[in-house]
């Protein structure tokens, strides 16, 4: 049996234990997913952004500064028909394939989930969902 009140429907239970008309409420929510897939996601680690970050991850002074000295100073070139260009220096994106670049990229992106507020963020890898749900039609118009 089916009964209805203004917009939210009730459902009865099917429980015949003797409560007449047993009903249960249901909640009707609005939520809001934005899914995040970086491209070339190694890419997008900036150095002076990483090496600014706190280090609660047990990192030592010691290991951040021979992190820092990993990723600074770093050039890039390119080779076109045989013509090396000159070096331009590489303050974004670490190498994909590399230990150091995996670990680089994990402590980016890591704190996501503690600078997003009133949603809830699930991460893997590269792959990033972060999820809002309201029960007040009001909250997610905007």
Known sequence: MVRSSSNTPDFDDGNDSGREGATHRLMLTRALAVYLDLARAFDTVNHPLLLEKPTPHGINCTAHDWFKCYLSN????????????????????????????????????????KTVKYSEVHMYADDTVVFFSSDSPDTTKD
């Open 74 to 113: 770093r050039t890039q070139q390119v080779c076109i028909g045989g013509q090396l260009s000159a070096p331009a220096p590489a303050t974004i994106g670490v190498s994909q394939g590399s230990i150091l670049g995996t670990l680089a990229f994990i402590l980016f992106i890591n704190d996501l989930p």
